[in-house]
């Protein structure tokens, strides 16, 4: 799509020859005589560019770039001006001007700045876009799944979302603990502030203190300068602490601490530091019975635990499989460059009654794999791991092949060995150690083609 540049002048001579000028260089044109005109065509066309006199009938240009930039943040606009003025200058650029410049003695610089505002504008559109994909990833409406138990779960937390309460979210290993707590994030008046993210498990007692709370400078050999933690950091946003069940219990005090208060101490530091931050938590360990081992504690679990958001496992949301393949399948597809349009009916019916110890997580390691493996449009069940609990499927014959059935697994073997040569039917024999006529008869039989 062509760039389109509007421009807004009360001289109509100088309009036609500025149009004729920038229409040789590829652009659209669009021309109006006044600010209501010029608003009109804003909002009827997408345009990039306003080239604005600021001497206009109805207004005064270096005060309507206020109105143009709070409808377009994204348009650049330059100024034209019969008579330089100082003070007009500095007042158009601290309105959000691009540039200003002089009717006549800076013609030869329009062309050249026009490219430079196109420039601006290209960009500006490209940062707008990535946040717009960033917000939907990371809100609610970016959560798949239709199932009762998921719907349930999203309800619950959109209305927990907009309070400033504490939130525990529980279940196993891969069901997106840490998708819910950056949507519960965005759709919170703390949007605007970080979101940090710490997984509790990943650290010794002493690193995770320091992650947490940070240093001050000399607290211990290699601490040059003082350090922020991640509180400090997410000050005004959220903190997320992924398998909080993990966390030693001297460190659990001093997380107490900073819920009842909003204060703690950095490592090495005898003064206080304030922050205000929203705790949500995960875990996949059943934090009651921590509390009878006295491996957690219960203040502590009151605190964290306002409001509880249990996700279930994927195998209780069945109905959710298909929609969540098929992203996947697009996203990584996308990712690699291929062009995959659809998921085979036995992939999905395997899919489905498959145990999924590993949830979501593990779902989607096997779409990525499938679509390395795949060299067609559609995603067949041969591209599924030989160890992938299969079930049964049916033969030509109308038998039915466990995974584990010889078989069945030489099929499989046979379709990855096609896939790898990309059909060549001599390479796949030779790979094989097959003669070609066998090779010939085993894909009649198995109906491969």
């Not at 949500?280 to 958001?309: G, H, W």
């Not at 393949?325 to 597809?333: C, D, E, I, L």
């Not at 041969?382 to 078989?407: C, R, V, Y």
């Amino acid at each position: 799509m062509n760039q389109h540049v509007l421009i807004i002048d009360d001289e109509e001579r100088l309009r036609t020859l500025l149009s004729k000028i920038i229409s040789l260089e590829g652009f659209e044109v669009t021309q109006a005589g006044d600010c209501k005109t010029g608003l009109n065509k804003l909002d009827l066309l997408n345009i990039d560019v306003i080239i604005c006199d600021v001497k206009l009938p109805d207004g005064n240009g270096v005060d309507f770039i206020k109105t143009i930039k709070a409808r377009y943040s994204y348009i650049e606009v330059i100024l034209l001006t019969a008579f330089g003025n100082i003070s007009d200058g500095v007042e158009a650029i601290k309105n959000g001007a691009f540039d200003y410049i002089i009717k006549g003695d800076d013609n030869n610089k329009i062309i050249p700045l026009l490219y430079k505002a196109l420039e601006k504008v290209s960009l500006t559109k490209r940062v707008l876009q990535l946040e717009k994909q960033l917000g939907n990833k990371y809100s609610f409406e970016g959560i798949i799944g239709q199932s009762k138990s998921i719907k349930k779960s999203i309800e619950t937390a959109q209305k927990v979302a907009i309070t400033d309460a504490s939130v525990l979210l529980t279940g196993e290993t891969g069901t997106g603990k840490e998708i819910f707590a950056q949507a519960i994030h965005t759709a919170s008046y703390r949007a605007r502030h970080n979101f940090i993210a710490i997984n509790c498990s990943a650290f010794s007692k002493d690193l995770l203190e320091n992650e947490l709370f940070g240093h001050k400078a000399g607290a211990f050999t290699g601490a040059i300068k003082e350090t922020k933690g991640i509180f400090e950091e997410a000050n005004g946003g959220s903190v997320f602490l992924d398998e909080i069940g993990e966390m030693p219990l001297d460190l659990q005090a001093k997380l107490l601490r900073v819920l009842e208060t909003g204060e703690f101490f950095k490592v090495g530091d005898s003064k206080l530091t304030k922050v205000n931050v929203r705790i949500i938590a995960a875990t996949n360990r059943d934090l009651k019975n921590e509390i009878i081992q006295n491996r957690f504690r219960e203040d502590l679990y009151y605190r964290i635990s306002v409001f509880q958001i249990e996700l279930a496992p994927l195998r209780q949301r069945t109905e959710d499989i298909e929609a969540l393949a098929y992203y996947f399948m697009k996203y990584f597809a996308l990712k690699m460059k291929k062009s995959i349009l659809s998921i085979s009916s036995e992939y999905l019916n395997s899919l489905k009654k498959h145990t999924w110890k590993g949830n979501i997580r593990e779902l989607k390691n096997i779409l990525e794999r499938s679509v390395i493996l795949t060299n067609s449009g559609i995603l067949e069940l041969e591209t599924l791991p030989d160890d992938f609990e299969q079930n049964q499927t049916i033969n030509s014959e109308g038998k039915s092949l466990s995974a584990f059935d010889l078989s069945s697994a030489e099929k499989i073997h046979i379709q990855k060995v096609l896939n790898y040569t990309k059909g060549n039917k001599t390479e796949t024999a030779k790979l094989l150690n097959i003669a070609l006529t066998t090779l010939y008869r085993k894909l009649e039989e198995y109906k491969i083609s």
